[in-house]
């Protein structure tokens, strides 16, 4: 039977590689495509895939009829899909996250923000098995806990160290964007291959496999050459992991297809060509941004909205050399001191959170400016 694909967010580096696997796979149908507001590549891919819907958030000018916008437009990409792939970045990607809990839909998720920030509103989502990982990491273990019988002993997410990694900590702080965005082993978008050299990235990977795969303990570990995407511990001590070249068309293929759907071949490395695979303990005075968003992560409530928030708000004013990349921890370290914390019960107050530590990140960025 024919699966209909949304794929929101698809004018981005997930959401373009999701376009080529369904329009590869005979048995996958392009339902919709949504980005934000870049309006010239959502046409082309209009053009190329030929979905039933085309939608965009913020178009800049007048848009063809043919595309929709304003309000309601999530509902409309939504509805009609048999999976819905949420590539769109940061936490605008939580109410499309929602609205497939609603539908009952499945959610192939690589906006890791909805669970960051709204785990607690989707973790029945999650124990009823209607979301299927894409982050390449979490995808991995969703892989390698398939099939084992028992439970897990614990979970290590494998950490690139991003593009700091190779920058010397004294000139660390003042590095510009353009050192920051050339990532030795991902090619990614811009706000996640900052996030990779913070950290944040990574702290917020261990909050999402904390919501997915509740109650089995969750570290990390440096390991350079990204050709191990993560490992689970077994019970018996053993390892168990998924080894090839970084390409984040290999877990999107997986969600879409699963869970009994061919696979095709997208990587022939071999082991060969990895040459040797290198292990350390994170740097925590390289990557101080790392403690500061994991303790958001275990103090729960709206701690990691904020963070988030705050994250969103100072990566975008790095990129637009507004602070120096060290700021960005600085930054949000502040916005949650001054943070205000709730229990999550509904999404309104996630984004309140959401809107009060953006007003203060923006503050924060003024006065370093
Ligand atoms: N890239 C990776 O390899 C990777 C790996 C694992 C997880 N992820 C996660 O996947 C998500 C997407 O990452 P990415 O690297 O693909 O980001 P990206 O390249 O920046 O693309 C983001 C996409 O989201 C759309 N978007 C942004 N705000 C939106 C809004 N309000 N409404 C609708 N669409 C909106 C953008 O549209 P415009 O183009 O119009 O702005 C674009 O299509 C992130 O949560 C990231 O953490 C990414």
Sequence with gaps: MIRKVAVLGSTGSIGTRALEIVHSRPELELHSILCNRNIDLLL??????????????????????????GQDILEKAIDGADIVLNAIVGSAGLQASLICRDRGITLALANKESLVIGGELLKDYISSGGIIPVDSEHSTIFRCMHLEPRPVRGIT???SGGSARGIPVDRLHNAGPDEILDHPTWDMGTRITVDSA????????????????ADIPVNVVVHPQSIIHSFVRLEDG???????????????QYALQYPDRELEV?????????????????DRVRYP??????????????????????????????????IRFGDIAAVIEEVLAEHDAFEISDVETVMAADREARLEAERIVKRLC
């Excluded at 997208?266 to 994170?282: A, H, T």
Aim: with cysteine; glycine share 4%; hydrophobic share 45%.
């Design 44 to 69: 082309k891919q209009k053009e190329r895939y030929r979905p039933s819907v085309t939608a965009i958030a913020s178009p800049r000018g007048e848009c063809p009829e043919d595309v929709i916008t």
């Design 157 to 159: 997410l494998t950490a």
């Design 198 to 213: 913070t950290m944040v990235n990574k702290a917020f990977e261990v909050i999402e496999a904390r919501w997915l795969f």
């Design 238 to 252: 053993c390892w168990k992991a998924l080894l090839g070249n970084p390409n984040m068309k290999i877990p999107i």
């Design 266 to 282: 997208i990587s022939d490395d071999k082991p060969i060509s990895w040459g040797s695979l290198d292990f350390s303990e994170l």
């Design 289 to 322: 941004a790392f403690d500061i968003v994991m303790r958001a992560g275990l103090d729960g409530k709206t701690w990691p909205a904020a963070a988030n928030a705050a994250d969103e708000v100072a990566v975008e004013a790095f990129l637009e050399r507004k």
